[in-house]
């Protein structure tokens, strides 16, 4: 039963990186408790499962399209420990820089009036810009225009 969870563990890692929450949750209805924490145990020993690397990965893939509070929310939600979490967004570049990717990509033109600022502002929070970085970005898309 182990190496048919291990081979099941290995063909998931094999797709993509996982946390070790995710994939406890995928093997559940394969083993026993027990079963599946061993051989992940031993999958983290051996260096093929790390919820650091799954972190970093995560973040990477969609760093271009979300802020940072919307990056913790789903990292936490994996499972990821709050260490690795600020680990793995210490990395990205400026938000400032990445809300003004985001808003260019979606709207490219500054809001005409408050209904459209606070469609753009609502826009930007769902995609867990801080409401600093949207108050600054709205602002010099106001003043250059």
């Known amino acids: 039963m182990s190496d048919d969870l291990r081979g099941r563990a290995i063909r998931l890692l094999a797709r993509r990186e996982h946390s070790r929450a995710e994939l406890m949750a995928k093997l559940a209805p394969h083993g026993s408790e027990e079963e599946i924490d061993h051989v992940l145990t031993d999958l983290q020993g051996s260096g093929l499962l790390s919820d650091a690397r799954f972190a970093e990965a995560w973040v990477r893939s969609r760093?271009?399209?979300?802020?940072?509070?919307?990056?913790?929310?789903?990292?936490?939600?994996?499972?990821?420990?709050?260490?690795?979490?600020?680990?793995?967004?210490?990395?990205?570049?400026?938000?400032?820089?990445?809300?003004?990717?985001?808003?260019?990509k979606k709207f490219g033109a500054a809001p005409a009036d408050a209904k459209e600022?606070?469609?753009?502002?609502?826009?930007?929070?769902?995609?867990?810009?801080s409401v600093d970085v949207i108050r600054r970005l709205l602002k010099n898309t106001d003043e250059e225009n």
Do not use: M, N
């Open 63 to 104: 760093a271009t399209r979300d802020g940072l509070a919307r990056l913790r929310q789903s990292l936490r939600q994996k499972g990821i420990a709050d260490h690795l979490i600020a680990t793995a967004v210490d990395e990205l570049p400026d938000e400032l820089g990445r809300a003004r990717e985001v808003w260019a």
């Open 117 to 129: 600022w606070a469609k753009q502002a609502r826009f930007l929070q769902g995609r867990g810009f």
